[in-house]
């Protein structure tokens, strides 16, 4: 097998065709949320399978999901030795405000070793990798050393709606001893992690109403009930003066912080200076009693995401509006259920509804938490991967964000998912100018390089 020396050669003399190529992808507007966009996830669909081809995977096939399709492909000739599913994203966020980009979000571009566009993070980027370590793998190797299996999907950035039933029809198919998504990021710039821990997610909307009819204010104001007033009142109360969420039963599943895992992530180098910048707020806010990375990585949150009604426009309106929204959404951690806390906020919602408004709740889904014992040998073999590339021992981080897939490939193929990002904080995932920090491309796929070789390695009855 290759050694480290012979993989950074390679990867120098690749690096402007790596570039390249992605760069072809990034080109692509796969704005999944977006109908107008839907020839654009085609044709990123069908970019990435030629890309799999291209890298030598077989089997490779465009899998219709009755939402956007899957891309699968696989390489499948090392018996006796483990299968390893990668999971990536081809659909990235939308990219407005437009006029916030420096350049325009479909138009790669490379100015202080950053790559500018959207999706060159989250997630193409990151998922190209694997890509090019499979490809790197075959040409110096002559093949992978492992079984490889790829799944890309065009779902993520609107919640995977029809990838759950995809990867339980195919279930057997996907069967792996281990599963690797690199969706997320390092804990800093020159901090090499793995992610041990991601929350869940799930989603709600509220809807308001007083009346049947907006009024005027001057005519019926102090008397008729107002439908944001009600919706402000019953928003306000749902957290307490110590941050806490009010909703009763929210904390019941959460799984205590014990007295090891505060030491350890007291003892994380976390920038916490760094962290407050990105913010730009005057002070934080938070749940009393938790640090700052136990409160991202380890206790839930609930978040309005959106409030409207009534009047928007310039100048005045001099209404009472009979209707108004909010939409909510709650981070999970272990082990929190996204169906039942979406049914407790919901009820709860119900309860405070007062006798002059009713309320009508919806929801859109989520996805659970999920946790990856670092002891176990495909985390072992990520560690010593990443110590090389990177010339330092990778810590074990947490994340506050969510990837819904990986708690269902755990929970459906039964094997861990190695959580190996290669993004940043600070990368602007989801917001204008998106960049790839292009060191962390580098270091990222001799990482990926070395680990597929490490996982070669892991004894049968560790899988
Ligand atoms: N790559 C992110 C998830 C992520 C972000 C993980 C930061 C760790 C740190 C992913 O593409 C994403 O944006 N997920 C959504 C999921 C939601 C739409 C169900 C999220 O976390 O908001
Ligand atoms: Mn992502
Ligand atoms: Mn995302």
Not at 50 to 73: F, K, N, S, W
Not at 100 to 118: H, M, N, T, V, Y
Not at 300 to 323: A, D
Not at 399 to 405: A, D, E, H, L, W
Request: charged share 20%; hydrophobic share 40%.
């Amino acid at each position: 097998m290759a050694d480290a020396d012979a993989f950074r050669r390679y990867l120098a003399d690749a690096r402007a065709r790596h570039l390249d190529e992605l760069c072809a992808w990034l080109r692509i507007p796969s704005i999944s949320t977006l109908p107008e966009h839907a020839r654009d996830m085609a044709a990123a669909a069908a970019w990435a399978a030629d890309q799999m081809r291209a890298v030598g995977l077989e089997h490779v096939a465009i899998m219709p999901t009755g939402g956007h399709p899957v891309v699968y492909g696989d390489w499948l000739h090392a018996p006796d030795r483990p299968t390893l599913l990668v999971y990536g994203h081809y659909d990235v966020q939308p990219a407005d405000p437009l006029e916030l980009w420096q350049s325009p979000p479909f138009s790669p571009e490379i100015r202080d070793g950053r790559l500018f566009a959207r999706g060159a993070s989250d997630d193409k980027g990151q998922i190209f990798m694997h890509l090019k370590a499979a490809e790197a793998l075959r040409d110096l190797d002559g093949t992978p050393p492992i079984n490889l299996k790829f799944i890309i999907e065009g779902e993520e950035e609107c919640g995977s709606e029809n990838l759950a039933r995809y990867v339980a029809a195919e279930a057997g198919r996907l069967a792996c001893d281990v599963a690797a998504v690199s969706d997320s990021p390092l804990l800093g710039p020159e901090v090499p992690s793995l992610c041990e821990s991601l929350r869940g997610i799930t989603t709600l909307e509220l809807t308001l109403r007083t009346g049947v009819s907006d009024l005027h204010s001057g005519l019926y104001g102090g008397s008729a009930p107002n439908a944001l007033h009600v919706l402000a009142e019953l928003l306000a109360s749902l957290h307490d003066d110590q941050g806490r969420v009010t909703v009763p039963g929210f904390y019941d599943a959460v799984r205590p912080l014990t007295p090891a895992e505060r030491a350890a992530y007291a003892a994380l180098p976390f920038d916490e200076t760094g962290f407050r910048a990105e913010i730009g707020a005057p002070a934080l806010t938070g749940e009393e009693g938790y640090t700052i990375v136990e409160q991202i990585w380890r206790r839930p949150t609930l978040e309005l995401n959106g409030l409207w009604g009534g009047f928007q426009g310039t100048g005045t309106k001099t209404v009472i509006p009979c209707v108004a929204h909010a939409k909510i959404s709650c981070r999970l951690v272990p082990d929190q259920d996204p169906e039942q806390i979406a049914e407790l906020v919901a009820a709860h919602a119900r309860r405070l509804c007062p006798p002059t408004a009713t309320v009508e709740v919806g929801g859109q889904g989520g996805g659970h938490p999920a946790l990856t014992p670092r002891d176990h040998p495909a985390m072992q073999a990520a560690a010593r991967a990443m110590a090389i590339a990177y010339g330092r021992e990778p810590v074990f981080a947490g994340m506050g964000g969510s990837i819904p897939v990986v708690p269902m490939l755990q929970r459906t193929l039964g094997a861990p998912v190695v959580l190996i990002g290669f993004g940043l904080n600070g990368e602007h995932f989801h917001a204008p100018n998106e960049f790839f920090t292009l060191s962390n491309f580098d270091r990222g796929l001799l990482t990926l390089c070395l680990f597929y070789e490490g996982l070669a390695g892991m004894s049968p009855g560790a899988r």
